[in-house]
């Protein structure tokens, strides 16, 4: 495939039109025009359909530009570091991470990272939902426990793990009594399996609230409304001031947050970069080291 060609192709795709891509690229319409029209003979499919006034991407095309577009990219960039005499960060660097850590610690690790790589323009979108990197553009994930894919690979950089925590206010229920409770998602009456130090006991809850957020689900917890199920690093503060008390610890409920990328990219330079300043920011990984982002 004809490499200029096809990133003619891209520059017209992003630009929406022969037009507008030669005056944002200082290069003639009819060249990007003829570029176009023999990547379209090459490959044998028709990339664009031509109406008097617009252009729009076929379904192919629309393929071959969400596919090429990233990849040719890194080969510019990567050019222009070797050119350069260095592997520097640059670029745009695409990150998807999940709800509460962007909330709790991704705005201040944004900024920093900003700050210390300036050339690199960096875009963090907040989502649970799982992604596909390729398809959606992006560079890294942050994934809370993912589940095995053999298209990713990445590392653990951050350990917490969930704990029963309950306003000095809420007596603890004794023998089969059960305990109003703040959850997250389905309010159905619940029983939580709890590791103390006298050892493991179960708790009986039944359900006052049900939020769809952690943060809500602790700012309702500390009005003694009901006990919850809680990321220790969110309420570190709170046991720390005698403002919540501890239960006890979730059985097997230990979280790890992995940042992933496709197994099939070469790490390029702004993702390892982002790799590294996350080493910084959790050097052992702990949940101390995320509570610290955390404000009371």
Do not use: C
């Amino acid at each position: 495939m004809d490499l200029v060609a096809l990133a003619d192709f891209n520059l017209v795709a992003r630009h929406g039109g022969f037009g507008k891509a030669a005056r944002a690229s200082g290069r003639p319409k009819a060249t990007l025009s003829r570029r176009v029209t023999e990547l379209e003979a090459s490959l044998e499919l028709r990339l664009f359909e031509r109406g008097a006034r617009n252009l729009k991407l076929t379904e192919e095309g629309r393929a071959l530009h969400e596919r090429t577009a990233a990849l040719l990219t890194e080969l510019d960039e990567t050019a222009a570091t070797i050119a350069a005499g260095g592997e520097k960060p640059r670029g745009r660097l695409r990150i998807s991470a999940p709800l509460l850590f962007s909330q709790t610690a991704m705005g201040r690790i944004a900024a920093g990272f900003a700050m210390k790589y300036p050339d690199v323009r960096l875009e963090v979108t907040t989502e649970d939902r799982a992604v596909d990197m390729i398809e959606e553009g992006y560079d890294l994930v942050i994934r809370v426990n993912p589940d095995p894919d053999e298209s990713l690979v990445g590392r653990a950089f951050l350990h917490d793990r969930l704990v029963v925590v309950a306003s000095p206010d809420l007596p603890r229920p004794v023998a089969d009594h059960s305990a109003p409770g703040v959850v997250r998602g389905a309010g159905d009456r619940q029983t939580w399996n709890v590791v103390t130090s006298d050892g493991p006991t179960t708790i009986g809850i039944e359900p006052v609230l049900a939020l769809s957020s952690l943060i809500m689900v602790r700012d309702a917890v500390r009005t003694g409304v009901g006990a919850a199920r809680m990321p220790i690093s969110l309420v570190s503060h709170d046991l720390a001031d005698g403002t919540l008390l501890h239960w006890g610890d979730i059985d097997g409920s230990e979280i790890a947050l992995w940042a992933l990328y496709p197994s099939r990219r070469l790490l390029s330079a702004r993702v390892s970069a982002f790799l590294d300043f996350l080493k910084q920011a959790f050097p052992n990984g702990t949940s101390d080291e995320l509570a610290a982002y955390i404000g009371r």
